[in-house]
């Protein structure tokens, strides 16, 4: 009998990012958010992970699936904030709150882009930042965060 427990794996869209395939897609590509999550689903399920995906435009909604996913046993989490990198001390607190593993990622490579976008209010506290990677970088968060909570690797 397979004893092995699926290891749960929230992964967190920020504001904005329902507009994949539709936004600026020079930058964010033609993916839509709904093929993005579907296709990291599979990858999770290859590797034994249920990934369990919401997308919010709301900080609170965002701040409270955080502290849900204590109370959810959710181990690890991914997160694009979206804008909110830059601005949410109430996304960092969450963090800080919940003491859960997760990986920053974003789609752009955001240092070579407005120099407000060179600051994350999450990236110290982070276990691991993906940034610029395109989509792709959501399949290397996942790998990633697999790898931390196996403790397999880990900065921390
Ligand atoms: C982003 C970068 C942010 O600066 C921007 O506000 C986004 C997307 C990215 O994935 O590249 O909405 O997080």
């Known amino acids: 009998m397979n004893q092995e ?3 749960k794996i929230l992964l967190i869209n920020g504001v904005n ?14 993916t839509t958010l709904k093929m993005l999550e579907s296709h990291l689903v ?12 919401m997308q919010s435009n709301r900080e609170y909604e965002i701040v409270e699936a955080i502290h849900a996913a204590k109370q959810n046993n959710i181990e690890g989490i991914i997160i694009n904030p979206g804008a909110f990198t830059h601005t949410s001390i109430a996304i960092r607190d969450a963090f800080l709150g919940v003491e859960i593993p997760f990986v920053e990622i974003h789609i752009s490579n955001v240092f070579s882009r407005e ?25 290397l968060a996942l790998l990633n965060i697999t ?9 921390k």
């Open 5 to 7: 427990k699926h290891k």
């Open 42 to 53: 599979e990858c999770g399920k290859a590797c034994d992970i249920d990934l369990i995906t």
């Open 115 to 139: 120099s407000f976008r060179h600051t994350s209010y999450l990236s110290d506290i982070a276990n691991g930042v993906i940034v610029g990677c395109g989509l792709y970088g959501y399949e």
């Open 17 to 30: 990012l329902n507009l994949l395939g539709m936004r600026e897609p020079e930058i964010y590509g033609s």
């Open 147 to 155: 790898n931390i909570i196996s403790n397999k690797y880990s900065n």
